[in-house]
């Protein structure tokens, strides 16, 4: 199983940052979403398409239908720039991570 | 609170072995799945081996099956991963990392992770 994202996406400061995250039918499979930052080991900020741990801002929301999941940053602040990365379980027995998405606040 | 510590990285050469060791605290790690993945330079995050909470069940990433043996010792609160035949394009980091959801018969979403062992395999 495929997922599939955007090497990279940039917005500026304030502005909505949408990551995409595509694979087939992934709206039948729960999406979580890791942010990571450099020299950092990765961050749950999504589970379960759209569930928030209690330690991430509501800033972080998840959306997840037909063949397309989807990160969404409201007021991008600098400290949010970071690799995004989706990931899935297969029913085959994998953990499947996405390619990963760098964010630039521009 | 929650705490995840790899250990035993290094270098290796080619067709060498490796064990990577994470201690974990701070909750009932017996309760938890547990996983290990890695990440080559510059490049992005890869699955390598999840374990169930009682050690039971075993996945691998198709790219370390019959090379790598993830185990763990509850008793211990440790985890580990064997790596044998390593090859170059195992050179990463390699993070421990605990699932959210207790009991769970297979991974889902991993809320606490280590901060890396880095493996470099080279002659």
């Known amino acids: 199983y495929v997922l599939t994202q955007p090497p990279s996406v940039s917005v500026a400061p304030g502005q909505t940052a949408r990551i995409t995250c595509g694979g087939n039918?992934?709206?039948?499979?729960?999406v979580h979403w890791y942010q990571q930052k450099p020299g950092q080991a990765p961050v749950l900020v999504v589970y379960?398409?759209?569930d928030r741990p209690s330690r991430i801002p509501e800033r972080f929301s998840g959306s997840n239908s037909g063949n397309t999941a989807t990160l969404t940053i409201s007021r991008v602040e600098a400290g949010d720039e970071a690799d995004y990365y989706c990931?899935?379980?297969?029913?085959?027995?994998?953990?499947?991570f996405g390619g990963g998405t760098k964010l630039t606040a521009l | 609170q929650v705490q995840l510590v790899e250990s035993g990285g290094g270098v290796v050469q080619p067709g060498g072995s490796l064990k990577l060791s994470c201690a974990t605290s701070?909750?009932?790690?017996?309760?938890?799945?547990m996983l290990w993945v890695r990440q080559a330079p510059g490049k992005g995050l890869e699955w390598v081996a999840f374990?169930?909470?009682?050690?039971?069940?075993?996945y691998y990433a198709e790219s370390v099956k019959g090379r790598f043996t993830i185990s763990r010792d509850n008793s211990k609160n440790t985890l580990d991963l064997q790596m044998d035949s390593l090859r170059a394009e195992d050179t990463a980091v390699y993070y421990c990392?605990?699932?959210?959801?207790?009991?769970?018969?297979?991974?889902?979403?991993?809320?606490?992770w280590g901060q890396g062992t880095l493996v470099t395999v080279s002659s």
């Open positions: 990392a605990k699932d959210l959801v207790p009991a769970g018969s297979r991974p889902y979403f991993f809320d606490y």
């Open positions: 701070g909750f009932t790690s017996s309760s938890y799945g």
């Open positions: 374990i169930r909470y009682d050690g039971s069940n075993k």
């Open positions: 039918n992934i709206g039948s499979k729960s």
């Open positions: 379960d398409d759209s």
């Open positions: 990931q899935v379980w297969d029913n085959s027995g994998d953990v499947v």
